[in-house]
């Protein structure tokens, strides 16, 4: 597995985005882009090559799973480890975003001095399998 530069992030509230941006580029030395939709993501993803998709769970019109079941169509982005970011942390729902293909799910509120940190973990431990 290659080394985790590029995180295609997708979340549509503007305040969550800067911090996760400040926190996952300034502090965590990523390339992020940042995609305010679903479909966005959609039309952003394959140009953009990344390493890791990281997706808001709850959006309007397409949220994060459903985000997550089309990129998987695209045969470029069928395999790239995908990680949500919700506050519906409940065991079960963790469970269900898992079984959905998520290697990890991070609760919101997230911690942005740790929140870089937290995604390396996680990418760490999917790779060694």
């Known amino acids: 597995m290659n080394e ?3 995180i295609l992030y997708v979340e549509d509230e503007p305040d969550i985005q800067a911090v996760a941006e400040i926190a996952l580029e300034a502090v965590a030395g990523f390339t992020l882009k940042v995609c305010s939709s679903g479909e966005e993501a959609l039309a952003e993803a394959v140009a953009f090559a990344p390493d890791l998709l990281l997706l808001d769970v709850m959006m309007p019109n397409m949220d994060g799973p459903s985000t997550l079941l089309e990129l998987r169509k695209l045969p470029e982005l069928a395999n790239t480890p995908a990680m949500f970011m919700t506050a519906k942390v409940q065991p079960q729902e963790i469970v269900h975003f898992k079984s ?5 799910v991070i609760p919101k509120p997230f911690d942005p001095m740790s929140l870089g940190e937290q995604i390396k973990a996680a990418w760490q431990l999917h790779t060694k399998t």
């Open 4 to 6: 985790l530069r590029r």
């Open 100 to 104: 959905l293909g998520a290697i990890e």
